[in-house]
Each structure stands twice: as C-alpha cells, then as structure tokens.
Nanobody
Framework: VQLQASGGGLVQTGGSLKLSCAVS????????MNWYRQAPGKQREFVAN???????NYADSMKGRFSISRDGAKNTVYLQMFNLQPEDTAVFYC?????????????????WGKGTLVTVSS
C-alpha cells in the first residue's frame, strides 16, 4: 500500500492551493485520513483529520483557512488551503490508517506519503 501526494508548489501570500493524496496497491480499507506538515527546522505537526463518516478535526491554527475532504470511491483525501501565509511554508505529508489484507488476515497499518512541498512567498 502506497500513498502519493500532489498539489504542492509556490504560491504568493494570500493565495490558495489544493493538495491531494491517493492510496494504491493491494487490498485495503481506509480508515482515518490525515494531513501533517513539517516546516523548515521544526517538528512535524498535525494539520487535519477526516474519518470514514466524514467527521473532521483541524489544528487550531488551520481552522477557517484549511478544509479537508475525502472521496471514498477514489480513496483520496484533499486539503484545500486558503489565505496562505509565509509561515505555512512546509512539506505536507498525508497519513492514512489502513486495514490491509495480507494473505489470510487483515492488519491495521499506518502509511505515510513522501510529502509535497508548499512554499508561500511574501
């Protein structure tokens, strides 16, 4: 099972970007889908989470500016970001909690994508 994130890039202050992350490979069922980010010189931090029922949670600093959504049929999670600021510059990582079928049993795994860089210029 692999995650592929995309949508990062360079944007000016106040601009918007939409990230996406899709899972592929093997037989699986996706539980929670999450976004994290890691700014230069800082620890990775939680951004947002969305559950299979559509319920979501956000880090306080992202509420109102970021919106997470999921397409269950495509096993894809999205992160729409508005009013981006230079302090939002970071590598954004998707993280899925996934039930993966291995031969004769299901196992719960935490899977991380490689990250996509978001750079906000001032």
């Amino acid at each position: 099972v692999q995650l592929q994130a995309s949508g990062g890039g360079l944007v000016q202050t106040g601009g918007s970007l939409k990230l996406s992350c899709a899972v592929s490979g093997g037989l699986f069922r996706v539980n929670d889908m999450n976004w994290y980010r890691q700014a230069p010189g800082k620890q990775r931090e939680f951004v947002a989470n969305i559950r299979p029922d559509g319920g979501s949670n956000y880090a306080d600093s992202m509420k109102g500016r970021f919106s997470i959504s999921r397409d269950g049929a495509k096993n894809t999670v999205y992160l729409q970001m508005f009013n981006l600021q230079p302090e939002d510059t970071a590598v954004f990582y998707c993280h899925f909690n996934v039930r993966v079928f291995h031969g004769s049993s299901w196992r719960i795994e935490d899977v991380w994508g490689k990250g996509t860089l978001v750079t906000v210029s001032s």
